[in-house]
Structures are given as C-alpha cells and as structure tokens.
C-alpha cells in the first residue's frame, strides 16, 4: 500500500543518500554487536574460560570492524562480506549459549530472555547487510518495523527491573508503569499490522498511533537516561554489570526514535488528512 501516488525514492527526497544513511546504520549495529559480546563475556560463570575467550574474542572482532566501519567512506564488498561472516558466527554463538542454558548445560548472569532479544537484534541487523537497501514506504512495512521495535522496547524495562536491586521500589514502579503502557503499544502494533493486510487506501488510526509510539518513545527514552546517569553516578543499587548496559538500551531507544521520524516523514499526508477531518 503505497501512501500516495509517488514512487519510494521521491517519498525519500528529504533523506539523506542512501549509502550515507546505510553506512550509518551499518556503524550503528556493528557498536551494538561489539557490546552485546562484552555483556555475555561479563554474564558467563567463570568457570567456563573457554566460552569467556570466545565472547572475548567477538568483541574484538567487532572493535576492529567498528575502527574500519568508522573511518570507511563507502563499504566495499569485501568490508560488507566481512561483516556478514562475523554478524553469522555470533548469531551461531547466541544461539548456542541460549540453548546451552535452555538444557540446563550452563548457568550464567544472562536471562535467556536477553541472549533470544539479542539475538533478534542481530538477525534484524544480518537482513540489512543481506538485502539491497529500501526505504519504509508502506504503511504495513512501517507497522512491521514498529512491532520489532516495540517489542524490543518492552523487554528492555523488563530487563532494566530484573537488573535494580528489589529495594530501589520508585524506579521499579516507574518501570512497571512504562511496560505496561508499552506492553498495550505492542499489542496494538500487532493488531494494525495485521489489519494492514487489508491494504486500505488510508488507515488514519494507525498514523495516529505511530504518533503516540513516538510520544512514549520519547518518555521511555528519558527514563533510561536517567537510569544510565544513576548508574554511572553510582546512585542506585542493582546489578548492572557495566553502564554501557544502559547506556546501549538508551541508544537503542534513540535509534527507533530516528526511525519514528523516517516513517512520519513518510506518513504526514495521512496526518494532513487526520487533521482535516478533526477541524471538519
Ligand atoms: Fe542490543
Ligand atoms: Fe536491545
């Protein structure tokens, strides 16, 4: 469902070009790779060295793809293939501990819920390699977008209160009043997307929601700053193992909200017609 008569790429004028914003999002996630092998080294019991080196070894793997990512002005194929074979040797590696922790054969710091979400960000992150860049141009891809996201989102609080000490009650109440209301965004995305199939000529009610996604992004956006300032001010107890932990969700949290913007973008000619209809 195209939102007007335009083809994608004049929808997608005001960006920037696409090897620009793809070289972006590349050097985004090849970080959140890099840190995501730090949290399993730092979550792993110690008496597993040989899974600690390998969870060591992928971080720096990853640094070394985050120096070159950084300074690459275009990824060439080569850089591209290189990234591809590590972003599949930790997924494998995932995969691996969560079923290695699933059948009991380990016990670790690390939720299996955590290892499958990160995961999923890594699988997200192995479709933007593998698959030509395209922009959101529909409505249904963008509800598909915001399901992975919200659900990302959702999991973060309830990381973020499995991690604070059982007597830090206000900021845990805090955080159950925000997964409540993104446990409800999730659910609703879930519904829209599929009522998308549908494919109607306009669904104004799932713009308004993108809109609301974006209000509550921005709140829980907040919230996770001011937890990633308490943690590195050592003003609350809990046991997050590093401040890069929160640091990582409130930049994740950033990387949705940049997103919300793209599909607003996208989405403002339904918005105009939102607002038509409420002054008629
Ligand atoms: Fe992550
Ligand atoms: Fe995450």
């Known amino acids: 469902m195209n939102l007007d008569s335009q083809t994608p790429e004049e929808n997608w004028k005001p960006q920037d070009p696409i090897t620009n914003g793809r070289l972006q999002e590349i050097r985004f996630w090849v970080t959140i790779m890099k840190e995501h092998a730090l949290f399993i080294a730092a979550g792993l019991p110690c008496d597993q060295p040989q899974l600690i080196a390998e969870a060591r070894a992928f971080f720096e793997r990853f640094q070394a793809l985050e120096d070159k ?29 969560l079923k290695m922790i699933i059948q009991c054969q380990i016990r670790t710091a690390i939720l299996p819920l955590f290892l499958d979400h990160i995961t999923r960000e890594a699988i997200h992150f192995l479709e933007i390699l593998i698959n030509p860049p395209k922009p959101l141009d529909s409505l249904q891809q963008i509800l598909k977008r915001a399901v992975f996201w919200l659900r990302i989102m959702k999991e973060h609080i309830e990381f973020i209160i499995h991690l604070l000490d059982p007597s830090e009650r206000q900021l845990i109440e805090q955080a159950e009043a925000l997964l409540e209301v993104f446990r409800r965004l999730l659910e609703t995305a879930r519904d829209l997307e599929s009522m998308s199939e549908a494919d ?10 993108i809109f609301e996604v974006n209000d509550r992004t921005n709140e829980l956006r907040d919230f996770k700053a001011l937890t990633h300032e308490l943690v590195v001010l050592c003003r609350v107890l809990s046991i997050i193992p590093d401040p890069v932990v929160t640091d990582h969700v409130r930049r994740e949290a ?26 008629n």
């Not at 950033?254 to 209809?277: G, R, Y």
């Open 69 to 97: 990512v950084k300074q690459a002005k275009v990824i060439s194929p080569k850089l591209l293939a290189e990234i591809i074979a590590a972003v599949k040797a930790l997924i494998a590696f995932k995969r691996g501990l």
């Open 200 to 209: 109607p000529r306009f669904f104004n009610a799932a713009v308004r929601f």
């Open 254 to 279: 950033d990387k949705f909200l940049k997103e919300l913007e793209a599909f607003k973008s996208v989405t403002n000619i339904c918005e105009s017609l939102l607002s038509q209809n409420a002054n």
